[in-house]
């Protein structure tokens, strides 16, 4: 599980949202510290980016003061009880002496810098200042130490101390700079000794640049943070299990006796949960906890307390055996295209017993007087003997004689607010009853409804489970507890599911016309009329005449995926309900990459990616998104990628394929006048992307320039495959960012030159991602191997590669070509796939399925994806969407969300125009000459 999404997901209950946007039904402006309510002084300038407010002196015509592009700047930590002061202080100092200066305004936005899962190269940063010159630094780290001594916060680990108050420095960038790193990525940069830009790492480590000289006045600041040392401790550390801002969890010996044991560190003020507990806090409530429920054969036991460096540390057992969730990949029986009837009624055996064993281990915590309040997968440890089963990780567990609620917990199993006590377990065994079985239990942060339907599944997929272990889970996790008021309350604290669409409901009227303009005015086909009935007959037929959805279950619903063209009028009814014009970030919510530099323009995550797949499915035009792209690209953010599915490049193609050529011109030459040859070479953000840009916008226009970058990057990749492959374990593999992307380009060169020297390379290129895959042990398929995982995916796994072999072996035969291919058919046929999405989920199955000629690849084989697909399907104002990448939010972006399982849909299910990925057309057909639907404007 990825941990950014936890921060993205608290804002919003439908969408990824940046955690300065708080929702409460209607949307209200975040608390903010009284400083930052103050009048901005005469002759300076304030505003709201991201996160902070900046604070920057003018000059006498009105445009911000000269002052140094990067050096090194000073950072200011506190708490949530003496920020304000602190942010007083500075306001105070900084002002009349001139000096730039940013800080975080509100107590929401500092609380999530300091969460247990927040970013380690950012966790603590309150306050910045800029000083013009090391003399300035050095003035204000004496006169403002002086004013902030004994205030207290977090320690900032990209930065040096200085002394023991809440100052620290960094030398970096002052100014918005990118460069192309090594990877071929845009990254924040900074002007190395001999005035180049190169990257300006940020690393949650204090590091100094080889071309820069620490100040005198710092060094003893550097020798203090450098005498704290484990040497002294009786622990031999050897391996760090787990990093969090809250601290390290260690491996180690105890060099007394021998035993192996766990030492889990608290940095004080740092690493806090939802009731302000930071992470010392936690782990002493985690040392009670344990104490409590000692001897109890459930618990690691405790061997010893500490302080190192203001850094608390428990000392545990070591416990053999691997966690639960690492049985999913070894074992389920449903990650094969056929699953054994025996595999599936041994892993149901199993499942249930350990099922039991947590359910008596968290009995005997109960016991003892303990809420355990943070049960999941990840914190059940199963035994050597693949059975008996322990519980790590106590620090959110409290008293049961408190009755609280849940400050800490796995989005798949947090329990709604209104459970509280042994009622928050309860809930979490509930949740694990299915998500042993279809571990996808994070939907219910969406919605809790969809237990039923995962149960149904569960049901279908594997007999032998009782139907009453099944209906006990959906009734305790869809179970309304009444309020005080006689109302009851659900899983966003906002009342029930009916009051919840009702609100969200009030902007249906908004775009409900717009929308049956788009899909050609079938409103009736989701919401009740002759069409929207007749899709629920043939779902509830499909699923054998059940009902047992329970009452308020969403209409959506009944929209099943296969039900074409009604699932496509519904998807994108949801998209176009979603859109905000109105906002400069982002028109479509999406995956959290779109808040990065660019990211809301893109391809993969942006408005680009959205209005391709409308394009593609056939939708009418939405010209407000149009106009709204074209604004947002005129000029494009600084720091926005290249790339073709992370940046310009991507935005330039869909920009000329609904006939804005001019502006997909003007970005194209934006690209060229940059350093663009130094580029990675992949597909998402490198020469590939780029080249297949360059290639398509010649061909459409016949610019010979355009085809002469194009070939310049043609070269620039075969020569780099030419070269003996890095001496690394591991490259990276597959269609985005492996080699397959420089094939597919190479090879799409090759049919519009002719010219043989491509086609080789492209081969050559597909070589080296096949020797990153491996056959599954089960099944057979093929897939990257990733060395402590394996993948399937259209974006990073096997599938992506076999996308460009269909389109290689087209051209020229190849055994080894025609072997691999097969085994990634297998890899795109298993039951069970994790996420719906195009880029790393099911709906990439489907579109490599709608497009393949490899042998074997069956009409069954597509239908049985894509009626799986339906596993994952939300509302969203009555409306099919899909949940987006970690689940925990719908999506409505081409990688991740709705906008990519309608192409993978309509590239299924349209047999009149079926829909493509850029420069993925389907096979048979040239890759450039379709018609364009949309006149030059």
């Known amino acids: 599980m990825d941990q950014r999404y936890e921060v993205y997901a608290l804002a919003d209950p439908h969408f990824y949202e940046t955690p300065d946007r708080l929702s409460q039904g209607e949307r209200t402006a975040a608390p903010l510290y009284g400083t930052a309510r103050r009048a901005v002084p005469e002759g300076w300038d304030a505003a709201r980016i991201g996160d902070w407010l900046t604070l920057t002196p003018l000059d006498a015509d009105g445009r911000p003061e000269p002052g140094p592009a990067q050096g090194w700047k000073v950072h200011a930590s506190a708490t949530r009880t003496n920020a304000d002061e602190i942010a007083s202080i500075v306001w105070d100092y900084c002002v009349p002496r001139r000096i730039p200066f940013k800080f975080v305004p509100g107590p929401h936005l500092l609380h999530l810098r300091n969460t247990k899962y927040a970013g380690r190269d950012t966790s603590g940063k309150f306050v910045t200042l800029y000083p013009a010159d090391e003399e300035q630094l050095h003035q204000v780290l004496r006169e403002l130490g002086a004013l902030l001594e004994g205030f207290e916060g977090p320690y900032i680990l990209t930065d040096l101390r200085w002394g023991e108050g809440p100052l620290y420095v960094r030398y970096g960038a002052f100014a918005r700079v990118f460069v192309v790193d090594e990877r071929g990525s845009l990254v924040p940069a900074v002007r190395d000794g001999e005035g180049r830009l190169v990257a300006d790492r940020r690393a949650p480590s204090f590091q100094v640049p080889e071309w820069v000289t620490l100040p005198s006045f710092l060094e003893p600041h550097l020798a203090a943070r450098n005498t704290t040392t484990v040497g002294e401790l009786p622990y031999r550390i050897e391996k ?102 025996e595999a599936v009624a041994a892993y149901t055996a199993w499942a249930l017993r350990v099922h039991g064993a947590v359910e008596r281990a968290v009995a005997a915590v109960h016991e003892r007087g303990i809420v355990f309040n943070d049960l999941h997968v990840f914190n059940i440890m199963v035994g050597p003997d693949d059975e008996s089963v322990a519980l790590l990780d106590f620090e959110a567990a409290a008293p049961a004689a408190e009755n609280g609620r849940q400050v800490v917990a796995h989005p798949g199993f947090f329990a709604p607010p209104d459970r509280t006590g042994p009622d928050v377990d309860r809930y979490a065994l509930a949740c694990l009853r299915l998500a042993l079985f279809l571990p996808v239990t994070t939907l219910f942060v969406v919605d809790r409804g969809k237990a039923a339907h995962l149960a149904e599944v569960i049901a279908e997929q594997f007999p032998d489970v009782p139907r009453e272990f099944l209906a006990e889970a959906v009734a305790e996790i869809t179970r309304e507890v009444r309020g005080p008021e006689g109302g009851s309350a659900d899983a966003d604290g906002a009342g029930d599911a009916a009051d919840r669409d009702e609100r969200t409901g009030r902007a249906v009227a908004a775009t409900v016309g717009r929308a049956d303009a788009v899909t050609g005015g079938r409103a009736d086909a989701v919401t009740g009329g002759p069409a929207g009935r007749a899709a629920e007959g043939r779902a509830g037929r499909a699923a054998g005449g059940r009902a047992t959805l329970p009452d308020g279950a969403r209409a959506a ?105 001019q502006r997909a011109l003007d970005l194209v030459d934006g690209i060229l006048r940059e350093r663009w040859q130094n580029l990675s070479s992949d597909l998402r953000g490198g020469l590939a992307g780029l080249g297949l840009v360059l290639d398509g916008l010649a061909e459409t226009t016949g610019e010979k320039e355009l085809r002469a970058r194009a070939g310049e990057a043609a070269r620039i990749l075969a020569d780099r495959l030419a070269e003996p492959v890095p001496d690394t374990p591991r490259q990276r593999a597959g269609l985005l960012r492996g080699a397959s992307g420089p094939a597919l380009f190479l090879l799409r060169h090759f049919e519009l030159t002719g010219e043989r020297e491509w086609l080789d390379a492209a081969a050559v290129a597909l070589r080296r ?72 989920g099911r709906a990439g199955m489907i579109l490599h399925l709608s497009r393949t000629t490899a042998p074997g690849a069956t009409d069954r084989r597509l239908t049985e994806q894509v009626a799986a697909l339906g596993w994952y399907a939300m509302s969203y104002q009555g409306q099919l969407a899909f949940p987006g990448h970690q689940m925990m939010r719908l999506s409505m972006d081409l990688a991740t969300g709705t906008a990519g399982c309608l192409l993978a849909l309509a590239a299924a299910l349209d047999g009149e125009r079926p829909a493509r990925l850029p420069f993925l057309p389907p096979l048979g057909r040239p890759s450039q000459t379709r018609p364009r639907d949309h006149a030059e404007s």
């Not at 176009?576 to 990065?596: C, M, V, Y």
């Not at 035969?813 to 025609?818: H, M, P, V, Y």
């Not at 297998?826 to 195009?838: C, D, H, K």
């Open 557 to 661: 619903s009944f929209v099943d995926p296969a039900d074409w063209p009604y699932s496509r009028d519904s998807m994108v009814k949801a998209i176009l309900a979603s859109a905000t014009p109105e906002r400069a970030d982002r028109l479509f919510p999406g995956d959290i990459a779109q808040f990065s530099d660019g990211g809301g323009l893109g391809l993969a995550h942006g408005a680009a990616g959205v209005l391709h797949a409308l394009a593609e499915c056939g939708a009418e035009r939405y010209e407000e998104g149009e106009r709204w792209l074209l604004a947002r690209t005129a000029p494009p953010p600084a720091g926005t990628p290249f790339g073709l599915y992370d940046g310009l490049a991507g935005v330039a193609h869909v920009l000329d394929r609904l006939g804005h050529r």
């Open 240 to 341: 760090a299990l787990h990093f969090s801002n809250g601290g390290g969890v260690y491996a180690g010996t105890d060099t007394r006796d021998g035993r192996r044991v766990v030492l889990k560190e608290g940095r004080p003020h740092a690493g806090l949960a939802a009731d302000g507990a930071d992470a010392v806090t936690r782990l002493e409530r985690e040392k009670a906890a344990l104490e409590q429920v000692s001897g109890t054969g459930v618990v690691p036991e405790v061997r010893d307390w500490f302080t190192l460096g203001e850094h608390r540390f428990l000392v545990m057992d070591f416990l053999e055996g691997k966690p639960l969730n690492s049985y999913f990949g070894e074992r389920h029986p449903l990650l094969t295209p056929d699953p054994d009837p």
């Open 769 to 840: 991602d096949l020797a990153q895959c491996v056959r599954q042990k089960s099944g057979n398929g093929l897939e990257v191997d990733e060395g402590w995982r394996t993948l399937p995916y259209l974006g990073d796994g096997s599938v992506g590669i076999g996308m460009v072999l269909d389109d290689f072996l087209a051209h020229a035969a190849d055994e080894e070509f025609e072997q691999a291919r097969a085994g990634i058919l297998t890899a795109a046929t298993s039951r069970f796939y994790a996420q719906p999405g195009l880029f790393q």
